[in-house]
């Protein structure tokens, strides 16, 4: 497998299981743990603020965000659109880009201030791992009531 496909597949996976996630902090349950459930939300929006940030590096677009972060409460349908919205996009995106153009590089000044560059390739991978390692960090937080039924392996989405 080329590093395109893979890229693409990763997408996929990083889809669905933020899809599952999702599924999860809408059960009735979630409602019992009001204090988890809002440090969850701050991470899943800065994951999502940051997955914004990089489509719009990579479109050479304004970025929408001034921080990373933001201490605005989170509405669970609404973060959930914007994950969906930001992963499709991602997922159309891996499916289209060129190696050659995975190779290019993208210059831009991260939100502490400090220049960035980075090929496309390296942000596709960044964002992956930035998620996946803040996803790890909600599952500590909730309760394993709430996480119920949720697999977040990628051995697991290979197996749909």
Request: hydrophobic share 40%.
């Amino acid at each position: 497998m080329c590093a395109k496909n893979l890229l693409h597949s990763l997408y996929q996976y990083k889809a669905w299981s933020e899809d599952v996630l999702f599924r999860c902090l809408k059960a009735p349950i979630s409602q019992s743990f009001p204090v988890e459930m809002e440090k969850a939300c701050y991470w899943l929006r800065h994951i999502n603020i940051v997955d914004q940030l990089f489509i719009a590096r990579l479109q050479g677009k304004p970025e929408e965000f001034d921080d990373v972060v933001t201490e605005q409460r989170q509405d669970i349908r609404q973060l959930e659109e914007a994950f969906t919205a930001a992963n499709q996009w991602f997922v159309d995106y891996t499916k289209s880009v060129t190696a050659k153009e995975l190779s290019e590089p993208v210059e831009f000044i991260f939100k502490d201030g400090k220049p960035g560059n980075m090929t496309k390739e390296q942000i596709l991978a960044h964002v992956l791992s930035h998620g996946l390692q803040h996803r790890g960090s909600v599952s500590t937080i909730l309760p394993r009531e709430i996480l119920e039924g949720h697999q977040d392996h990628f051995t697991t989405f290979l197996k749909l």
